[in-house]
C-alpha cells in the first residue's frame, strides 16, 4: 500500500519546542533490566506511552483471550511479550463515559457525561453535557505539561458530534496534534464504503461541519490513516528527543461493519458475526505496523509501554464477552470487562512477559495515576472546592496500581469500585428492566436500581457468569451494598459539573 499524507491538527507551539527539546533533552542509552515506577523522576527517561482503546470489542474477541472464530497475530503477539489481565474493568458499558474516565482517572458521572453524546437535543433531553469539560484532569494535559509530545489519532466521542458544532478543540485538552473521525472537532478522516458489486458510498457526510481538513477514505483502511499520522508523529518526537504520549482509538469494530470490499461478501453470508469478525481480522492487520514500529527501533522498544483495551462490550450478536453475561450498555461483566494487554519490555521482568494476570482487579479510571507514577510526573493538584476534596489532594478517583500494570506485582485496587448505566439503556437487546447501578467489592458484585430495589448479589470468584443471585441468602452484604452503591450515586450525581 502506497504511502498516504494526512492533513493533522497541529498545537504551533509543540513544532516549536521539538527543536529545542532536541537540542537539550539527554540522549542516554535504553536501561538494562526492568525499570521501576518513578524512576524518570531521578533523572531516567521518561516512558513512551501508546493507548489502543478499541471500540464495542468484547472481553473474549482477541484470539488470545479464546476467540475460535477469528485470529488476531498481531495483538496475540503483544500478549505473548507483555502482560494480559483478565480481571480489568472499564468505567461505563457505553463509549463517552468509558473515555471520560480513561483520560482523566475520575468516574465520568462527575463530568455528567453519562452514555454516548448525541445531538444538542437528546443530550439536553437526558440531562448531559454537550461535551467533557476542558477543565477536567486530563492524563494528556499533565504529560504535556510534563515535556512529553501528545497526540489523538483515532475516535474522540467526548465533544464534537452531530450538530454539536462549537464544541473545544481537541488541543484544548492538552494534545500537540490530532486526527479524529466524525465525533470529534478538526482534522478528520470520514468514510467511505464498497460492498461486494463495488458501489461506494458516503456516511457521516455532515461530520464536515466538525471541522476539517477533511479525507475520505475506505473505512476499511481507516485504522491505518490513524497508525500512519500516530507513526509519523512518534517519528518526529523520537528525532527531537522528546517522550511521547498517543493515543490510538479505533472505530472499526463499532456497528456499520466494513471489512475489505474483496473480503465483504463471504462475511457478509455469515451475517452480522461475519462482518465483525472480517473487521476485527482487518483491525489487526491495520495495527502491526504500530506495534512493529515500536518494535523494531531497540530505542523505543526497551522504553515504550503499549496498552490495548476496549472501550466497553461488545454489540449483541456480534463481539463475543467470554463466559460473561451481557453486552454494551448494561452493568452485568461482558458491558463493563475488558481484555487488557501491557507491553513493556524495558519496564516488565522477563518472568511477567507472556504471562497472564487472572487475579487483580484493576479499572480504565486507576490507569491514569498508574502511568503518572511510572512517568514520574507529579499529579495536577485538586482545587479545594471541586468535589468537596481536600485542597492538595490529588484529582483522581482511580488509584495507582503502577507496580501490577508492569507485572512487578499483582496487587489489586482497594475498596469498591461503582458503576451506573446509560440512563437511556433501561431497556437494551431485547431486555428490559436492567439494573441501574452496580458494584464491585472483593469478590462481590452487586447490582440494583437507583432506589436499592431489585438487587442482585454474585459472588465472582466461584460465579463469573453471574447466574446464582445471592442477595436473600446474604442479606446483610446485599444491604451493606446496597447502601454503598446508592450513596456514591446520589455523592457523584451532586457534584457534577453542569
Not at 504535556?144 to 478543540?169: E, L, S
Request: aromatic share 10%; charged share 20%; proline share 7%.
Amino acid at each position: 500500500m502506497g504511502r498516504r499524507t494526512y492533513w493533522i491538527a497541529w498545537n504551533g507551539a509543540w513544532v516549536a519546542a521539538l527543536a529545542l527539546l532536541g537540542a537539550t533533552l539527554d540522549a542516554q542509552e535504553p536501561s538494562q533490566g526492568p525499570r521501576q515506577p518513578g524512576s524518570a523522576a531521578d533523572g531516567d527517561r521518561k516512558p513512551n506511552i501508546v493507548l489502543v482503546f478499541i471500540d464495542d470489542m468484547g472481553w473474549g474477541d482477541f484470539s488470545c483471550f479464546g476467540n475460535p472464530d477469528a485470529e488476531t497475530p498481531q495483538i496475540d503477539r503483544m500478549a505473548a511479550e507483555g502482560l494480559a489481565f483478565e480481571q480489568f474493568y472499564v468505567n461505563s458499558p457505553i463509549c463517552s463515559p468509558s473515555r471520560v474516565a480513561i483520560s482523566t482517572g475520575q468516574y465520568p458521572q462527575r463530568w455528567n457525561i453519562t452514555s454516548f453524546l448525541n445531538n444538542r437535543k437528546s443530550n439536553r433531553q437526558r440531562g448531559m453535557a454537550q461535551w467533557l469539560d476542558p477543565a477536567a484532569p486530563m492524563l494528556a494535559r499533565t504529560l504535556q505539561q510534563a515535556g512529553y509530545a501528545t497526540g489523538h489519532f483515532g475516535k474522540w466521542h467526548m465533544g464534537g458530534q452531530r450538530d454539536v458544532d462549537d464544541a473545544p478543540p481537541i488541543s484544548r485538552y492538552g494534545f500537540d496534534a490530532s486526527l479524529t473521525n466524525f465525533e470529534g472537532m478538526g482534522a478528520k478522516l470520514l468514510p467511505l464504503t464498497m460492498d461486494e458489486n463495488g458501489k461506494v458510498g458516503r456516511i457521516w457526510q455532515r461530520a464536515e461541519i466538525l471541522g476539517g481538513p477533511v479525507t475520505w477514505m475506505q473505512r476499511s483502511e481507516i485504522t491505518t490513516g490513524f497508525v500512519d499520522a500516530a507513526v509519523e508523529f512518534m517519528q518526529q518526537a523520537r528525532q527531537s528527543e522528546q517522550p511521547f504520549y498517543v493515543n490510538v482509538w479505533p472505530d472499526d469494530v463499532h456497528s456499520p461493519f466494513w471489512p475489505p470490499a474483496e473480503e465483504y461478501g463471504v462475511a457478509k453470508e455469515a451475517g452480522k458475526r461475519g462482518l465483525y469478525l472480517a473487521v476485527l481480522e482487518a483491525m489487526d492487520r491495520q495495527l502491526g505496523r504500530l506495534f512493529d514500529f515500536v518494535r523494531d527501533d531497540p530505542r523505543l522498544r526497551e522504553n515504550t509501554i503499549i496498552l490495548i483495551c476496549s472501550d466497553n462490550g461488545p454489540e449483541r450478536g456480534a463481539g463475543q464477552a467470554g463466559p460473561f453475561r451481557g453486552f454494551k450498555a448494561q452493568l452485568y461483566e461482558g458491558g463493563i470487562r475488558s481484555s487488557l494487554i501491557v507491553w513493556a519490555p524495558g519496564w516488565m521482568p522477563e518472568a511477567a512477559r507472556g504471562t497472564r494476570n487472572a487475579q487483580s482487579v484493576l479499572a480504565a479510571f486507576d490507569l491514569v495515576p498508574s502511568l503518572i507514577e511510572i512517568a514520574g510526573v507529579d499529579p495536577p493538584a485538586q482545587p479545594p472546592s471541586a468535589f468537596g476534596r481536600t485542597q492538595g489532594a490529588t484529582p483522581y478517583d482511580g488509584q495507582s496500581l503502577a507496580e501490577t500494570l508492569l507485572g512487578q506485582a499483582t496487587r489489586s485496587r482497594s475498596g469498591p469500585l461503582f458503576f451506573s448505566r446509560p440512563p437511556d439503556r433501561k431497556q437494551f437487546y431485547g431486555e428490559s428492566n436492567l439494573p441501574d447501578l452496580a458494584v464491585r467489592d472483593g469478590k462481590w458484585k452487586l447490582l440494583c436500581d437507583y432506589d436499592g430495589s431489585g438487587a442482585q448479589l454474585y459472588n465472582l470468584d466461584a460465579d463469573p457468569g453471574e447466574s446464582e443471585n445471592l442477595a436473600a441468602k446474604h442479606p446483610e452484604r446485599a444491604g451493606h451494598l446496597v447502601d454503598l452503591v446508592t450513596a456514591w450515586y446520589e455523592q457523584t450525581l451532586g457534584s457534577a459539573v453542569r
